[in-house]
């Protein structure tokens, strides 16, 4: 009997095969554990597929192991100071705590359920600030996580409010994760002033190294056939999985046969969703890009394939280079900063699907 992949080419899951992020997860909890913390809010950015959710589930799990901590997560697309006193008044009644005189009901709102009731008086703020005192009281500190945010008027709401938190000194502390685009949008929204001090950390590749080691082990393929393997995922997490279960499942096809069922994997999940949030100014810096030979671009080049004028052209570069698209190697070059995304521009290109 064949035993199960060991890979996952599932997102957001804590994967079996986990290449340690220890610098990105050991700094945030350094930080939240620290008497005195220097931020009380990270943001983890990186492109689609660098390991966002799973890091930011590796931080929360081991608070969640702590006696000490509260963690709450909040789903972004709901709205988050409800959801935010639903959860805290469940955790604090799972302590125990004497909350009679948090009675939901007479704030209008009947908790456990989510569901407000159309009460005039009812008021989520005050709610949510006397459980916040009972944490206090109790010595607790309080997580909130919140994956994929992104500038809409519930995390707008709710920033003002953690704001307020912060104010009052209450010992509340936020993760959250975003592409790099929706976190400058929220980053830049006048009214969260916090947020300018929250710290924010942008998920660099995963160590080839490690990648290679990991396929050793995990595969037992030789270290040549390890090396190019690691080659090939250009250090992207997401390619690390997908490649790992495609050997996995088909150990004695060389990896160029492999390459096809590569591909699509990478363009189906994750390189198409790039593709529909580019611009039109991205995809014609990106067809130009693929135009220029070999691995290692000169910037002079790909601007003499595009259209764009000087300013348009450095614009969309460092656009690129933030969303986590293209590398900037040295200066004056760049490279794709995810593996088989060149041939996949090709492809868009050469069809006409863009
Ligand atoms: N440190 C890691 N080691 C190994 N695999 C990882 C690691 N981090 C993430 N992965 C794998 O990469 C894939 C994407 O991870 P994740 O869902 O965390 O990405 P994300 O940045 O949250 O993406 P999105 O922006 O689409 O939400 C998953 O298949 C996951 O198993
Ligand atoms: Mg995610």
């Known amino acids: 009997m064949m035993t199960a992949n060991p890979f996952t080419i599932s997102f957001g899951r804590k994967p079996e095969n986990y290449i340690s992020r220890e610098i990105v997860s050991s700094e945030i909890i350094d930080c939240f554990s620290s008497d005195s913390p220097f931020t009380n809010t990270y943001i983890l950015t990186g492109v689609r597929g660098m390991g966002k959710t799973v890091t930011m589930t590796a931080v929360a799990n081991h608070f969640k192991k702590l006696d000490e901590w509260i963690v709450i997560d909040l789903n972004p697309s709901r709205d988050l100071l409800d959801a935010f006193g639903a959860r805290l008044y469940d955790a604090l009644i799972k302590n125990k705590y004497e909350l009679k005189a948090i009675n939901p009901s007479a704030f209008g709102v009947s908790v456990l359920s989510m569901e407000k009731k159309d009460d005039p008086v009812f008021d989520i703020e005050l709610f949510n600030d006397k459980l916040l005192q009972t944490a206090l009281s109790k010595g607790k500190k309080i997580l909130i996580t ?139 810096f990106l067809i130009a890009m693929s135009k220029v030979k070999g691995n290692i671009k000169q910037t002079a080049e790909i601007k003499a394939q595009s259209q764009m004028d000087d300013k348009t052209f450095s614009v969309y570069r460092d656009r690129l280079i933030k969303r986590g698209i293209v590398k900037a190697v040295k200066y004056g070059e760049v490279i794709f900063a995810l593996p088989r995304f060149e041939e996949y521009v090709q492809q868009v290109n050469e069809f006409d699907l863009y």
């Open 146 to 284: 919140i994956d994929e945010a992104a500038n809409s008027s519930y995390m707008r709401q709710f920033a003002l409010s953690f704001q307020g938190m912060l104010r009052n000194e209450y010992p509340v502390f936020l993760l959250m994760t975003g592409l790099f685009q929706n976190v400058t949008d929220i980053q830049n929204d006048k009214s969260l002033t916090f947020l300018l001090r929250a710290k924010r950390i942008d998920l660099e590749s995963l160590n080839l190294s490690l990648i290679k080691k990991s396929y050793q082990n995990i595969l037992s393929v030789p270290s040549d056939q390890a090396r190019k393997m690691a080659e090939l995922t250009r250090g992207y997490p997401f390619a690390y999985q997908v490649l790992g279960y495609l050997v996995f499942e088909n150990p004695s096809e060389s990896l160029s046969k492999l390459m096809d069922r590569y591909d699509s994997y990478l363009q189906s999940y994750v390189y198409e969703k790039i593709w529909q949030e580019s611009s039109g100014n991205d995809r014609e």
